[in-house]
């Protein structure tokens, strides 16, 4: 079986890729010894897997970029962030720009609606839309912090992915994603509000049964 999964030095595939190393090799790729994979550009994720399906070969597609849509009234338009940098080409091609000091893509011509639909028909990215962070409430969080003091910014976005294929036949996949919101003072960069979200898939796959787990979990801290 063959895993793509991505990094920071690319697209990877690995697995029992030795089997499959002419096929590999054909596609233009590099092997990695340190990594135990060979190496793609980012933007080549969906060349890759269509070839490799077409030639009848076992996949399992791990490589999708965790990204968060973060409404802000700091930009002209809703703000992606999250592993950007491994689909910055279609960020780009769909309208985006990069923001440095938000840390995050910039969409002006486009809405928070239609900008998660066009990135759910895109293999290489993953997004929900029905757990997406909100923008921070107009209230205020703690003392006498005024609400229009109050910066929004997503610490992380992780995705997190293991596979384990044993001799019996028996194949074990751990899939985690991580986001994790703060909101904080913005004179005094204290927080006043943390809120993460897990959501983990786990598969058991035998000859005559596929078992699967899914969990969230929400973390939400106030800090007085």
Same mark, same amino acid.
């Given at each position: 079986?063959?895993?793509?999964e991505?990094?920071?030095r690319?697209?990877l595939?690995?697995g !029992?890729?030795?089997?499959?190393? @002419? ?10 010894s ?5 190496v ?9 897997? @269509?070839k ?12 999708q ?15 992606l962030?999250? !592993? ?20 995050g893509?910039?969409f002006?011509?486009s ?7 066009a990135?759910? /028909?895109?293999?290489?990215?993953s =997004? ?11 209230? /205020?969080?703690?003392?006498?912090q ?8 997503v ?10 294929a044993?001799?019996?036949?028996? =194949?074990?996949?751990?899939r985690s994603?991580?986001?994790?919101k ?16 897990t959501?983990?898939?786990q598969?058991?796959?035998?000859? !005559?049964q596929? =078992? ?5 979990v929400?973390k939400?801290v106030?800090?007085?």
């Amino acid at each position: 079986m063959l895993i793509l999964e991505f990094h920071p030095r690319g697209l990877l595939v690995k697995g !029992e890729t030795y089997a499959a190393r @002419e096929c590999l090799k054909a596609l233009e790729g590099r092997w990695d010894s340190s990594l135990k994979a060979w190496v793609y550009e980012h933007r080549r994720k969906r060349e890759v897997l @269509e070839k490799l399906t077409q030639l009848g070969l076992e996949l399992q597609d791990h490589a999708q970029a965790a990204l968060v849509l973060v409404p802000s009234t700091a930009a002209p338009g809703p703000i992606l962030q999250g !592993e950007t940098f491994y689909v910055k080409h279609l960020l780009h091609r769909l309208g985006g720009t990069w923001d440095a000091q938000l840390r995050g893509w910039v969409f002006e011509n486009s809405s928070g609606a239609s900008l998660v639909k066009a990135l759910k /028909r895109m293999p290489e990215i993953s =997004i929900d839309s029905t757990i997406l962070p909100v923008e921070a409430p107009r209230r /205020r969080l703690a003392g006498k912090q005024p609400a229009k003091a109050i910066k929004v910014s997503v610490t992380s976005a992780k995705n997190v992915s293991k596979v384990d294929a044993k001799g019996d036949g028996v =194949i074990h996949s751990d899939r985690s994603q991580r986001w994790c919101k703060e909101v904080q003072c913005a004179k005094s960069k204290r927080p006043l509000e943390t809120t993460t979200l897990t959501r983990r898939q786990q598969v058991r796959e035998t000859k !005559e049964q596929v =078992i699967e787990t899914r969990t969230v979990v929400l973390k939400r801290v106030r800090r007085k």
